[in-house]
């Protein structure tokens, strides 16, 4: 069973065009289907879920749509907290959370403080997130620490990165999966998802759920995983 599962939710807006509705009414059954993967994490024992809710490119879609996403995210928060208690699941984000309207800001805050203490899963949302910002931010947090003197430059090495990364605590994906068919990362967990294997279905996020979840599961069971090592 893989510790810890990230998913690039991606066929909202498919989802909503097949249906002849606007591109935010998939983005609301997206947020349905989110929750159905999360209990299905619960119900497997995968103790980390990290999702891709929100690029730093995906600010240059239509204003409208970056407005509905931020009222549906503030929604999720304040309806699926009781979620997150009933599963005992930490709330986390990952990215620049710093880009967010103050009241989203703070509406996350809250839910990571109020879940701050349970231990049996984690729940990651990456919001503003992209991999190549992260591995830039930690590369600048770096030079500062070099030119302040706390760090020299000949000691930078792997370590040095991954501590700086936005949560040097969790542990890297061990599974990626893709939705609605596409086959790329999109500048999700560069770093971290080295050596994660990859599952792509062409399912709409929209329409996955837990049967979907548990064949990315099993299909991660019948791999072979050797991280750069001989059979
Ligand atoms: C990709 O589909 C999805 C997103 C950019 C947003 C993901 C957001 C959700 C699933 C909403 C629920 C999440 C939270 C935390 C409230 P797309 O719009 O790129 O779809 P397309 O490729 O078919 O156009």
Redesign the pocket.
């Known amino acids: 069973m893989p510790r810890h599962v990230a998913v690039i939710?991606?066929?909202?807006?498919?989802?909503a065009k097949e249906r002849g509705k606007p591109?935010i009414f998939?983005?609301r059954a997206?947020?349905d289907?989110?929750e159905r993967v999360l209990l299905a994490c619960r119900k497997f024992g995968v103790e980390i879920l990290t999702?891709y809710?929100?690029?730093t490119e995906?600010w240059i879609r239509p204003a409208d749509e970056v407005s509905g996403?931020m009222r549906?995210?503030l929604r999720?928060l304040k309806s699926k907290e009781k979620v997150l208690h009933e599963n005992e699941t930490r709330l986390r984000v990952t990215g620049r959370i710093g880009d967010f309207p103050s009241e989203v800001q703070a509406e996350l805050r809250r839910v990571m403080d109020a879940t701050a203490h349970h231990a049996r899963g984690q729940f990651v949302?990456a919001l503003s997130y992209g991999g190549r910002a992260e591995i830039a931010d930690a590369a600048k947090q770096i030079a500062r620490d070099a030119a302040a003197g706390r760090l020299d430059p000949e000691a930078v090495d792997e370590a040095a990165v991954a501590s700086r990364l936005y949560l040097p605590d969790i542990p890297d994906p061990d599974l990626v999966i893709r939705t609605?068919g596409e086959m790329r990362l999109s500048n999700f967990l560069l770093w971290e998802a080295s050596y994660a294997e990859l599952h792509f279905t062409p399912v709409?996020?929209p329409d996955f759920g837990e049967a979907g979840f548990k064949e990315a599961l099993d299909e991660y069971a019948r791999r072979n995983r050797r991280f750069g090592a001989s059979q």
């Not at 939710?9 to 989802?15: F, I, L, S, V």
Request: charged share 10%.
């Open positions: 939710m991606d066929g909202n807006g498919r989802w591109r998939g983005h997206g947020a289907a989110l999702v809710a929100f690029s995906n996403l549906l995210l999720f949302i609605s709409l996020w």
